[in-house]
Nanobody, 124 residues
């Protein structure tokens, strides 16, 4: 099983990025799919989860209204569209799969599967 993130990079404040997470050996409709991030010296932060069957999204207050989670089912890929980026959004972003939202997980290993992460840097 693999989750491979892509789409990170350097962007100016107010800019946008689109993160992708390609899944292999399982379909996205099997698990709750989640985006989390971790900034240097900070705890893992849950950002958003999309439910397996009905694709119901949920968001952390810190990203609500700016980030949008979605699934590209034909490509079996999880997406996070990030708009109005702020310097405090700088972190390594991970996608993960689990049997629940993982909203209160404290470690990436609490998820059943997780990717290797992609760096997002918001700076002028």
């Amino acid at each position: 099983v693999q989750l491979v993130e892509s789409g990170g990079g350097l962007v100016q404040p107010g800019g946008s990025l689109r993160l992708s997470c390609a899944a292999s050996e399982f379909t996205l409709s099997t698990y709750y799919m989640t985006w989390v991030r971790q900034a240097p010296g900070k705890d893992l932060e849950w950002l958003s989860t999309i439910s397996p069957i009905y694709s119901t999204p949920s968001y952390a207050d810190s990203v609500k209204g700016r980030f949008t989670i979605s699934k590209d089912n034909p490509k079996n890929t999880l997406i996070m569209q990030m708009n109005s980026l702020k310097p405090q959004d700088t972190a390594v972003y991970y996608c993960a799969a689990g049997i629940g939202s993982g909203r209160y997980y404290s470690s990436l290993t609490d998820y059943k599967y997780r990717g290797q992460g992609t760096q997002v840097t918001v700076s002028s």
